[in-house]
């Protein structure tokens, strides 16, 4: 056998076997993780604040990296996309760019007409949008939309926190109403919202996160990321 024709045969057993992973993927998405979401995917913690699909258990995150993760939230289904088959450099629809320190993604949003501000992408996150305390007092939230008081149980510890309803939230080309917003309880400290920076050479780069999208946002789109180059496309899920 040729080398050029051994090289075709590993290529096409790979791909064989990698597709034969794709339905397992699928049905552990859907059943396996530490979290699983009521109707929504299962979980499990990837890196520290960043949760992903428990469908990387089977191919590995590693192996994410190197492609387009597609994830249908409303169908609990996931794709592996090569970066030749699709360019989301001219298609993405959502400004987003990577947390200095950790290289966790951050996307922008308008919150209510009124507060432009970084969110990260915290699918482990069962909230709309979690933030300081500090933009709905400036913005006089608390009072105009009340609150209730809710506990946020941790592995350590349990937080006591507020939310309410905002009424308007702007990503990319789309506007939701009565988004589930969350902000620490009145004396909590929180890490949300602080300042990271990265030391590269002689400079120093400053990040700030203004608080966490989750997943009771992300779960009306499909999700499209390109990662590795800080590429997101949002879109309702397709009629079928």
Not at 66 to 85: G, H, V
Not at 106 to 111: A, G, N, Q, S
Not at 178 to 192: H, K, L, S
Request: contains cysteine; neutral net charge.
């Amino acid at each position: 056998m040729t080398l050029d024709a051994q090289s075709r045969l590993e290529g096409v057993i790979f791909l064989a076997l990698f597709t034969a992973c794709i339905p397992s993927a699928n049905w552990i998405i859907q059943n396996v993780g530490t979290t699983c979401v009521p109707n929504g995917p299962c979980l499990i913690p990837v890196a520290p604040g960043l949760m992903a699909p428990s469908a990387v258990l089977v191919v590995g995150l590693a192996f994410f990296q190197n492609f387009i993760l597609q994830i249908d939230y409303p169908n609990s289904r996931l794709r592996i996309i090569t970066r030749d088959a699709m360019d989301l450099k001219d298609a993405a629809n959502v400004r987003m760019k990577k947390n200095g320190s950790m290289s966790q993604p951050m996307v922008k949003v308008e919150l209510n007409d009124e507060y432009k501000a970084w969110l990260m992408l915290d699918t482990g996150n069962s909230t709309g949008i979690f933030m300081p305390r500090k933009p709905a007092i400036r913005y006089g939230w608390l009072e105009e939309f009340g609150t209730t008081d809710v506990q946020i149980r941790g592995v350590n510890k349990v937080s006591a926190s507020q939310s309410f309803n905002l009424p308007k939230m702007t990503i990319g080309p789309f506007t939701m109403e009565n988004v589930i917003a969350m902000v620490p309880a009145e004396g909590n400290e929180t890490n949300v919202g602080r300042e990271s920076t990265t030391r590269t050479g002689s400079r120093i780069k400053k990040d700030y996160s203004d608080g966490i999208l989750g997943y009771d946002v992300l779960k009306h789109f499909v999700v499209t990321i390109d990662y590795k180059r800080a590429l997101l496309h949002l879109a309702p899920p397709a009629d079928e």
